[in-house]
């Protein structure tokens, strides 16, 4: 395994609320230097989860001002500092889709662009689901579709299913499947 850059100097480039962009001074082991750029995670990562209820997933659509459009994917949101990974990703499906898991199962914890992101994002499976909605903080009622599981494919193919962390779960979702087959 090669050795890591070494850092030199970190600093602030520009913030904002949601984010940090840092310049990294960095010297490869073989001499050679260069500043890189990155966005710094600020908070504690993020859950996404997928909800199961019987033969269905349960999927939002949400406004994304990214791309400027709804777009349909898995519910998430941030962990709360001292929170950890399972109990965040119970809170979050309580206040989008209105459930609580009896069983809930981290899958994979996934970048999103690690040569300039140190975000993390844990994907969750979460099962046995009951009905219990707590408040959350969205600026519009989630709308919440539901999916059934033998349709799987088609929910690929469609154009608002685009967001890549949602996709990556829906194949590890097909992954679960398969194995309990």
């Known amino acids: 395994m090669r050795k890591k850059p070494t850092i030199h100097q970190i600093s602030t480039v520009a913030s904002s609320r949601l984010f940090k962009i840092e310049a990294l001074d960095l ?4 001499g050679e230097k260069r500043i890189y750029e990155r966005i710094a995670s600020r908070g504690h ?4 989860i997928i909800p ?8 939002i659509r949400e406004y994304a001002a990214g791309t400027e459009r709804y777009e349909l994917g898995f519910p998430k ?3 709360e500092e001292g929170e ?3 109990h965040a990703a119970n809170r979050e499906i309580m ?3 209105g459930y609580e898991s009896g069983k809930l199962t981290l899958l994979k914890q996934l970048s999103l662009a690690p040569g300039y ?4 994002t844990s994907i969750v499976l979460a099962e046995q689901l009951t009905e ?12 919440v579709v539901p999916w059934k599981i033998s349709a799987i494919d088609d929910l690929i193919r469609r154009d608002d299913f685009a967001e890549g962390r949602s996709v990556a779960a829906l194949y590890l979702l097909k992954n679960v499947l398969r194995r309990a087959i």
């Open 52 to 59: 199961v209820l019987h033969d269905e997933i349960l999927l």
């Open 117 to 120: 992101m140190g975000h993390i």
């Open 95 to 97: 206040e989008e889709v």
């Open 84 to 86: 950890q990974i399972l």
């Open 132 to 143: 219990h909605r707590e408040p959350g903080d969205e600026p519009e009622e989630l709308e």
């Open 45 to 48: 990562g993020a859950v996404l």
């Open 77 to 79: 949101g941030k962990v």
């Open 27 to 30: 010297e490869f082991s073989n």
